[in-house]
């Protein structure tokens, strides 16, 4: 169990001494080699999540406590926890970092230590908030994921950057302030915030006022995290920061940050409020119209990195009727999910890094015509959109088809068939979008396009490449999943 | 029915009613972080109101602490961004933000 | 248990499909070479599959996963024989592409899709598990949206997107039809659950995926629109591999596994009557040569779709075996299509006229498909269009086989009508020669196939036989 321990601390103590190390050395060493330093982080981040992934599931544990600097228990802030689902949440997130450190080489010119440091803050904050016990605790880290991604967006003082950055930041910190509303209202109930004291205290009836204060808590908390999560109807935010951010930046957000800010606090209230008819309501009504609205608004917009955006407002709507159902399917089908959108989703933002790298522009009127002239990215971006739109064999059919299955199963056939039918508005947006881009003629100025080379393409053929076997080998994981007594 | 918990959580949500309205009312940005923090500093007192009925005041104490400090560190991003956009456009109306549309 | 023989089968093409790109980089010769080979593999292996259907002992291989997923592949006498008819027009098609495609761009990925193509039809036909029917399904659909959009300009990509949209569309309802079965069944094992009684409302929507997969009334109008895409696309989109998903999916699901309301056997012969009437009245309106051509597809496939859905032993057996006649015939008549529009560059009939001089071989097989899909004696294409309509007056529906009649006699009118004007009448082009001789041999071999298999209909006969006997 030592070796847990030592790598649910490296989850934390790795990019907090990457911090350090960047601000001692010598600026222009760390600006020459900041990559080597980021790129590691993130390795290294993936290789303890499957090293200790590999040493649970050898001694069949389903959760792990441990502590940093060795802090003592206080009542009701308890300490770290590492479990499964948040070991494939670790994995997600180092995976992402890798790639958003992969265009970072070559998107980010100045302020390289300055990348540094927020990138591993916000490393810090996503890692934390998935190893946290208590509500109070997510809530800190979550708020450093916030801080983290207001200053990264507004890293270049662009007047775009900055006016996405001040967008994101004002209805981010309503969603604060909901989510601190509802767990100071859990906590008047319960006396204590930590996962499991909450799901045992909540049934014992008390107190008159105190019950209609956790209903209110329920929404307001599903409505905090639903805006840090960009769902219909929260998303105005969503589009405008990833798309005024740097592509570097922007692959976390998309990728990663809304998944761990707003799913895995749905996935954490969904353990504890799981059973309650109106909570699993709320979330399939969020989650369907997230899907179709998202996949609407997708359909007309003109720049590239806004409709990839959208996309993910529509895909988290997926991730929301997986865990609407509450059942153990419903959970797996949506942790697939978060994974198989990680990998899609960062390809999607590498290969618009690549065409801004190339051609200058993201406005997709623009353009046209690329697929003979970037045959890889054109390549890896129809991968990610099949896989996107859920068409098999690749990584998103899978996933998707878990949350249907758990849907069908719990009950909402009507909302399964709708959800899958869905499914179709993403493939109209993406074709629009890919016959836009690597279709149709090539304008003038487009001419002398090449192929992007280097780090950039090294991500986008190692993200197809992640899409592709996750989605032949699924059968696998499924095998495994059962044998595990799963699903 | 009309003890101090009701009272206060009456209280509170006027304050955060207070606030929402100073955000949406409110063109300037400064007066938005205002708002934002008339709002935080409800949720503050449901903190302690939480620790005052579940008697764990010390807790509550923590947690308050630590909330003060994210909204601070929130409150300095904020004026960041505010500087930055006021010396792009001269003032601090966010009706000049018009570049992201869609 | 020789069913490695059948994963062989479907593996060399999929996978070889993938290294075709790579062959190209290093020769174009290498990369057609291989393509021949990959897809000639599928057929040989469909050949030795054979053997087992004739020995009664079908290959098969079954590995079952938790909820209800499997791998299983069986080769049964119904996928066999789809899976020969299917590989070897494709390899005709593959040889007449060295002829057809090898001036334009884009050849590697051609090559690629086409060889994925058969590649997903042989999975397709031979898998026992709805999810992997729907993988393959819609990685035809995949194929068929780059196929189409292989020359890059504005119309053809739009309407690429419209296939992929309409079959897309239809495989997706199809699965929320599947997820029906598998709620009441617990399996998306077709081999589980012979037999099964499902419900109404599921047939309906797998019915959507058919339909929008053999482009019938009302989801047909993107088969003609494909007509942009070149030549062997076409063939092999309407001959060969994707029109044939459908139907096989009708024979694989409601004739051999579910048991069906017996409502179907009226409203799907409806369906396709109203197809086959109205593609054939449309088919008089067109002046372009391969919108002609896909009109007389979807007329012809409601036919298979009668004889399928008929309920007698005759014509679903006839219907069967017509899946074999239209799929050489057609071949054929859309590669001759192809060799007269690549050589005076106009796909509109009223500009043609008197080609039979210039090109005599490419009228010959012309006629000779023609003769078969019109259903005149002693090709091929009459034994199977008559059993068809047998078995639809056996039914007892009187009306609906004279609907078909008509609709047979419509058939005769406007090839007749296409014939006239492309090969005989006014000479327009003079200067106009005859194909290059790997395109003009591979539509002779069809043509004189589909008059062959007049003669020899037992052999085909015998196997749907055996198809019937899996009820």
Redesign the interface.
Known sequence: MNYLNYAGEAFLLIPLSAIFLNNICNKRFIEKHFHILTGAVALLQMIAAVFAFYIMDANQMLNFDFSVFGSSKITGIELFDINPVSLVFLFCIGMVAFVSVMISIRTIDVKKGSYVNLLMTLLIGMNGMVMVSDLFSLYVFLDVIGISSFVMIAMFRSRKGLEGSIKYLIISEIASIFILMGLSFISMKTGSLSFKDIGRNLLTNTFELQTILIYAAIILMIAGFSIKAGIVPFHSWLPDAHQSADTSISVLLSGIVIKIAGIYGIYVLTNIFGGIKAYQVSLAGLGIISVVVGALLAACQSHFKRIVAYSSVSQMGYILLGLSTGSTLGIVGAVAHVFSHAAFKSTLFTNAAAIHEQTGTLEIDEMGGLQSRMPVTAFSSTIAFLSTAGIPPFAGFWSKLLIVMALWGSGNQILAGFALCASILTSAYFLRLQKKVFFGKTPEHLSSVTEVTGSIKFAEILLTAVTCIVGVLFPLIIIFLHSRGLI | MLNF??IMLFVGFLM?IAG?YC?IRTYH?LK?IIG?EV??K??TM??I???Y????MG?AQ??VI??IV?EV??AV??A???I??YK?YGNMD?RN?T??K? | MNGWILITGILIPLLGALLLPLFGKLSGKFRNIMALTFVTTAFILAVCALTGVLADKPFSARYVLPLGFSFGFLGDALAVFLAMTASFVSCIIVIYSFGYIHEYENQNEYYMMVCLFVGAMMGLVYSTNLIAIYTFWEISSLCCWRLIGFYREEITIDRANKTFIITVLGALIMLVGFMGIYSQTGTFDLTEMKGAYIPSWCVVLILFGILSKSATIPLHSWLPDAGVAPSPVTSLLHAAVLVKIGVYAYARFFVLTFEINEAFTTIVPVIAAVSALYSAGVAFRENDIKRVLAYSTISQLAFILLGLSCGEKIGIIGGLMYIMAHSVAKGGLFLCAGIVEHNIHTKDIRKMGGLAKTMPLTATAFALCACSIMGIPPFFGFFTKHMVIEGIVSSGNIVLGVLFVLCAVMTVMYLIRLFVKVFFGQQTFSEVKEGTPIMVVSVLILGIISLLLGFFSFLPSHLATMIWGLM
């Open positions: 918990q009701t955060i929402c955000m940005m938005i934002i709002a935080m409800a949720v449901f903190l109101l939480a620790g009925m579940n008697g764990h807790l923590a947690y630590t909330a994210i560190i929130v991003v904020f960041g961004v505010t930055g956009l792009k966010i933000l570049e992201l869609g």
